[in-house]
């Protein structure tokens, strides 16, 4: 089947060029191959692309290019290039040199981690030139890439009716739907993306403190909370990440036969997308307390130092471990999901916050369909949420949704004991913990912000709002402490 050629250049019959053939864009590159559509490739370096067709090379029709002219040469009309290199200043000098051999009307798609405030940046930049951009967000790793990922393409609304049935027949299906849509204008996609990863460090850094409550609380073996993650695996936490879990688990290291997860280091590193998340939230003022604690988190267990000269600090009076494991167990699974749903509405708020601020006009609820497959984040539940967005597109909050807030209802016993069982053994829940004072904050009907205003106002002049008329105030402190309208 193969016709990997290297004469590209007297015929343009590729509909699709990829460049950047590491470990994602091979897999792309075959996964479009695999759908039937020629492919042309190209790497900054030559053996990676021979490497892909050596290897791959049968599974579909490959077009072999070694200068960015060739491959350019090898596209049809508008030419479509699929961008995979390493995000930051590779991704720009790629652009530079493709934006100089293409033509008004061509799509230039980085399918890399963008900062989405670089996507908006280079779109414009394109834009100008006549050139289409399209900054697409691809979750799902080695594995999605090839077998069908998630993909979150913005940009011009044009350029996706060129390469939306193209990008869509690679994406993974749930129930017939494809993993892929049109997000938005500009950075809209990457900004997406962005969101998914915070997510998804918010879900890995939950399920880490069930397996810790598991480990220190119940005192179970890795084998044993692999078999707890497992049958959740078939409930509604059912989720790429639990089922993960349960098999990272029950991997025995070679060396010691001990299980691998008790000879890795315990500090998590992390490539950015997480930190920044939370940095646009921070901007946004959204607060992602899920997804900040989860950072840093990350960065608490990586501050060896610190860790090491804090060994042996007091741990104060503890209390006694829980007796009845099975319903600890539930328990655990009750505050891993309340604190999942608190995750995934404030990573939804920061969407709707995010699309306010850049006019991107986004549609929560088609987040919601195409993290339904292909992505780290894929769950169950994001049918609940697609259902929810579906019935009330205006969704203030997930959490006040009547799915939503029934879950939490059933769960917040729950999700109380556990984090006053972890807060009484000295075991650290900082997500369990701050999803719960997020929603009690949520919930509350006064807030200790009042004291905030008046401290404020006290030194600041800052002023505040009364609850029983319009219009701002301003006590004179150093006065006569009488009040004065602002
Ligand atoms: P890497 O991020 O490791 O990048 C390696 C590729 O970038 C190679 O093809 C390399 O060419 C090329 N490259 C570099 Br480095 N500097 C270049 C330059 N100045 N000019 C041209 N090419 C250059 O690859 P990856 O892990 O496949 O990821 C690709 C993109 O996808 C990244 O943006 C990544 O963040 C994103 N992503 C990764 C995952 C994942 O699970 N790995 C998931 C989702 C998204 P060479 O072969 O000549 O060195």
């Known amino acids: 089947m193969t016709s990997a050629t290297s004469d590209s250049s007297s015929t343009a019959r590729a509909q699709i060029g990829v460049t950047g053939l590491a470990v994602m864009g091979s897999n792309i590159a075959r996964n479009l191959a695999r759908h039937g559509h020629t492919v042309a490739l190209h790497n900054r370096s030559i053996a990676k692309t021979d490497a892909l067709i ?10 072999r290019t070694e200068t960015v002219e060739e491959f350019v040469a090898a596209l049809q009309k508008p030419r479509r290039v699929l961008i995979m290199v390493k995000a930051g200043e590779a991704t720009d000098a790629v652009i530079e040199e ?16 963008a900062l989405y405030t670089d996507t908006i940046r280079r779109e414009a930049a394109l834009r100008e030139r ?3 951009f399209v900054g697409a967000g691809i979750s799902g790793g080695e594995e999605g890439a090839l077998n069908g990922p998630s993909i979150m393409p ?24 494809p993993c892929c849509t049109h997000i938005g204008p500009d950075g809209s996609g990457h900004f997406v993306k962005m969101v998914h990863n915070g997510i998804e460090y918010a879900d890995m850094q939950l399920i880490g403190e069930a397996y ?3 480990r220190d609380a119940l005192g179970y073996d890795a084998d044993r909370i692999a078999d707890v993650f497992t049958e959740w695996n078939s409930g509604e936490l059912e989720s790429y990440l639990v089922e993960i879990t349960a098999e990272v688990l029950q991997q025995k290291d070679a060396k010691t036969g001990k299980p691998l997860v008790d000879v890795i280091v315990d500090a998590a590193e992390q490539k950015g997308t997480g930190r920044w998340t939370v940095k646009s939230a921070l901007d946004l003022g959204v607060p992602v307390t899920g997804i900040a604690e989860a950072v840093f988190a990350r960065a608490l267990s990586g501050s060896r130092d610190q860790r090491k000269a804090a060994q042996g600090l007091a741990s104060g009076a503890l209390g006694a471990k829980p007796t009845d494991a099975e319903q600890f167990t539930e328990d655990i699974r009750q505050a891993l999901y309340a604190s999942k749903i608190v995750a995934y509405a ?10 306010d601020e850049y006019g991107w006009d986004l549609t929560p609820g088609d987040m919601a369909t195409i993290w339904r497959g292909g992505c780290i984040i894929r769950a169950r539940f994001l049918n609940r949420i697609k259902e929810a967005y579906d019935t009330n597109p205006a969704l203030t909050s997930l959490i006040v949704e009547p799915y939503f807030r029934e879950a939490i209802e059933n769960a917040i016993d729950s999700w109380r004991r556990v984090v006053v069982t972890a807060t009484q053994l000295g075991i650290p829940v900082p997500a369990f913990a701050s999803s719960l004072s997020y929603y009690d904050g949520l919930r509350a ?33 150093s006065g006569d402490h009488s009040e004065v309208s602002a």
């Open 130 to 132: 006549g050139l289409h």
């Open 212 to 214: 810790n409550l598991f």
């Open 154 to 177: 913005g940009g011009p609304k044009e350029s996706y009716e060129a390469l939306g049935p193209l990008l869509e027949s690679i994406a993974a299906q749930v129930d017939g739907v």
């Open 346 to 355: 404030q990573g939804f708020d920061q969407i709707r916050a995010g699309s």
């Open 98 to 113: 493709l934006a100089g051999a293409m033509e008004t009307g061509d799509i230039i798609i980085d399918g890399g981690n």
């Open 54 to 63: 050596a290897e791959h090379g049968d599974e579909g029709d490959f077009v």
């Open 445 to 477: 009907e006064r807030l200790p912000a009042a004291l905030t205003q008046g401290q404020r106002d006290f030194f600041g002049a800052h002023t505040y709002e009364r609850i029983d008329a319009d219009g701002k105030f301003h006590t004179l402190w």
